[in-house]
């Protein structure tokens, strides 16, 4: 258990409609990270929050945003979903930004759209 | 669970023996590189990671290798055991990639597959 909570775990959903995904990073870290895990893309980063702050941003589609609340919790939103938009999400956390930080993953959210 | 990847690289060994496993990185300015272990329905586990300050390091049971002149890296296990079976990424990271080491690029996987 890497101490990284994600929920829901598996979520189905029909096109067009929004989720929401939510993640608890490890106690302790501050900076929270997003990635999308595809069949075709593999694992690709998403985005990035230190302390409530975006810092780094991937291959991010514009449907999609995040945000790190005051009590370091990160949510990602993903609206007008689409077929493509099924994968699973991971959320990762480590204890700050930086060379050398290591990055924890969580178990993911497994996303389906139909 | 689902695993995720198709027509990934496999690599059969037996229990016992010693396995290696093989990462061509992208970018000459990465500068610190991770070794991901992910089974069937989890999230990446940490195995090790090494900078490229550094051309080997060891941890426990695993080594990892690297060859910066030509962008090589490697993941050594040493008596492979049934429990080391799963997909294994290396991934490539640089505080130059949007100002975050987070932004790490992550190779496609090696499924590693041991027999008892």
């Known amino acids: 258990d890497s101490g990284v909570t994600q929920t829901p775990k598996h979520l189905i959903t029909a096109t067009g409609q929004r989720v929401t995904l939510r993640c608890s990073p490890r106690?302790?870290?501050?900076?929270v990270y997003w990635y999308q895990q595809s069949l075709d893309q593999g694992l690709q980063f998403l985005i990035q929050y230190y302390n409530g702050e975006e810092r780094a941003k991937g291959n991010i589609l514009e449907r999609f945003s995040a945000q790190q609340f005051p009590d370091l919790h990160s949510e990602l939103n993903l609206s007008s979903l689409e077929l493509g938009d099924s994968a699973l999400y991971f959320c990762a956390s480590s204890v700050v930004e930086g060379a050398g930080n290591t990055i924890y993953f969580g178990e993911g959210s497994w996303l389906t759209v139909v | 669970g689902e695993s995720v990847g198709l027509h990934l690289p496999t690599l059969s060994v037996q229990e016992g023996d010693n396995s290696i496993i093989n990462c061509a990185y992208s970018?000459?300015?990465?500068?610190?590189f991770i070794w991901y272990k992910q089974e069937s329905g989890k999230g990446p586990q940490f195995i090790i990671d090494?900078?490229?300050?550094?051309d080997k390091r060891q941890g426990q049971r695993v080594t990892v290798l690297l060859n910066k002149t030509v962008k090589h890296l490697s993941l050594q296990i040493a008596a492979t055991q049934p429990g080391d079976s799963a997909v294994y990424f290396c991934?490539?990271?640089?505080?130059?990639?949007?100002?975050?080491?987070?932004?790490?690029?992550f190779g496609k996987g090696t499924k590693l597959s041991v027999k008892p």
């Open positions: 970018n000459s300015a990465s500068d610190y």
């Open positions: 090494i900078r490229s300050n550094m």
């Open positions: 106690s302790g870290d501050l900076s």
């Open positions: 991934a490539e990271g640089s505080m130059n990639y949007g100002g975050s080491q987070g932004n790490l690029i």
